[in-house]
């Protein structure tokens, strides 16, 4: 995602996808996002204004990052996860509440391009673990479905009129 607010870090995503074209010169992108597209984008890296099939965006790739310096439940994050993608997202407390280190994402220092670019490399050299770990997040995300809520609600609701 792409965001031209600064506590996005969209700036450090991009610095860490440039390190990881460098390995990989066949690499393709792409970002959404509801701002008009940075002007500097290299043609590596398709820019989806406001799609309103983000899910397709989703489903196109194998790979989705997150570079905030803040975030509350980061929502773009989960779709991705819900979508089969594997998470690399920065080590923040809204990411927490879904990402595992090394079980449902991998996480990162924020503003660490390094660190970002590395984990990106590891997960295109490892098809198998790429696999694994979008498996796992997709399969941890199913309990922040509306179905898994309404249940949790509509116990919560009889244990109360039970007393």
């Known amino acids: 995602m792409y965001s031209t607010q600064e506590i996005k870090g969209s700036e450090y995503g991009l610095k860490a996808l440039e390190i990881v074209k460098e390995k990989f010169p066949e690499l393709k992108v792409e970002l959404f996002g509801i701002c008009p597209a940075p002007h500097h984008l290299p043609d590596w890296i398709s820019y989806h204004r406001d799609p309103s099939d983000l899910h397709l965006v989703y489903n196109n790739n194998a790979i989705f990052i997150t570079n905030s310096l803040t975030e509350g439940f980061g929502l773009v994050s989960v779709e ?48 198998d673990y790429r696999i694994k770990l979008a498996k796992q997040g997709n399969s941890y995300i199913q309990n922040f479905s509306w179905d898994v809520a309404v249940n949790k609600m509509d116990e919560l609701i009889k244990q109360l009129l039970a007393k």
């Open 80 to 127: 991705a996860m819900a979508c089969g993608c594997a998470l690399i997202c920065t080590d923040i407390p809204g990411h927490r509440e879904y990402a595992i280190d090394n079980e449902t994402a991998l996480l990162v220092p924020v503003k660490d391009t390094e660190t970002m670019a590395k984990r990106i490399i590891n997960l295109i050299d490892d098809n």
